[in-house]
């Protein structure tokens, strides 16, 4: 049992000069730092310490970051970032496959590194998948999001009035009691809990988070750029440039959550691609 309070971190990287300074920004940030060089020896620590944050380096002696992730992800809930030379678009989403949260290229900026994974940190974490869920409480459904309304001149991916409009008004997940259902697809924000057609259905915290947002937009899309910037924790007053790659991993975790759901992106039931822009839900008899 970790004693209250106490945020554990553990660094998985070969290079020492980087697996020193990866801890000492998270010694910095507050956290207890476990510090492998490995992916083996990391994932022993993972299982020892359950740390809240991992950073993971993709090139290692003997098994990879993409597979040491896959490892972690199939018993921990911690936060993965992984941090690598490899700056292809392909990398980046064989790590979001693989179950990272994000995605750091070599050489990083220590101060970035450390606001990602505050902003992280302020998303509500998973439950855990043996711990018995409470039943879900009906609660009153959120206020629809306002249109996306395009004018001459907004930036692509963004609502109207360009990138520093308001953001759409939507509850955070994770509000006690709030459940949303859409034809047998149901989704329980205080628990965390997804359920398509009576079953449970385990979710990453990405994959929960982006069908929370659609439920509560119900037919208003949607845009990748803004589903970007809502798992970064961010507004569009806040925000960075969202890139094609953060876009790609939309696109993966969705691609991720229909297969878990069972959905057909073809003829779906409960999610629409809106070719171009984003994504909604499907009518109130499934039809897009």
């Known amino acids: 049992m970790q004693p209250s309070g106490v945020r554990h971190a553990v660094v998985i990287e070969d290079d020492d000069d980087i697996r020193h300074l990866l801890e000492t920004v998270l010694n910095q940030a507050g956290f207890e730092v476990t510090a492998r060089s490995n992916g083996y020896d990391g994932i022993e620590a993972v299982r020892a310490v359950s740390p809240i944050v991992v950073t993971l380096d993709v090139n290692m002696p ?62 509500p974490r998973a439950m855990n998948a043996a711990a018995p869920a409470a039943a879900p409480v009906p609660g009153p459904r959120p206020p629809e999001a306002p249109a996306y309304t395009a004018v001459s001149g907004s930036a692509p991916g963004f609502p109207s009035g360009g990138a520093h409009a308001a953001p759409p008004a939507f509850p955070p997940p994770g509000v006690p009691g709030e459940r949303l259902e859409h034809l047998g697809l149901v989704v329980d924000l205080g628990t965390r809990v997804a359920i398509a057609d009576g079953q449970e ?68 039931r409960w999610i629409e691609t809106v070719r171009g822009v984003g994504y909604r839900m499907t009518g109130l008899d499934g039809a897009i």
Do not use: C, W
Request: proline share 3%.
């Open 62 to 123: 003997g098994i990879d970051g993409f597979e040491t992730a896959r490892r972690i992800r199939s018993f921990s809930e911690a936060y993965i970032v992984m941090l690598t030379a490899l700056g292809e678009e392909i990398d980046t989403l064989q790590g979001l496959e693989a179950g990272a949260d994000d995605y750091v290229t070599k050489p990083f900026r220590p101060r970035e590194l450390r606001a990602r994974i505050e902003a992280m940190l302020r998303r």
């Open 201 to 268: 259905i385990p979710l990453t915290r990405s994959e929960f988070d982006l069908l929370a947002a659609l439920l509560q937009s119900g037919r208003r899309v949607r845009t990748k750029a803004d589903l970007a910037i809502l798992l970064r924790n961010e507004t569009y007053v806040t925000s960075n440039f969202v890139s094609d790659a953060d876009k790609r991993g939309i696109e993966v975790h969705m691609g991720n959550l229909r297969k878990k759901i069972g959905e057909n992106s073809v003829t779906p």
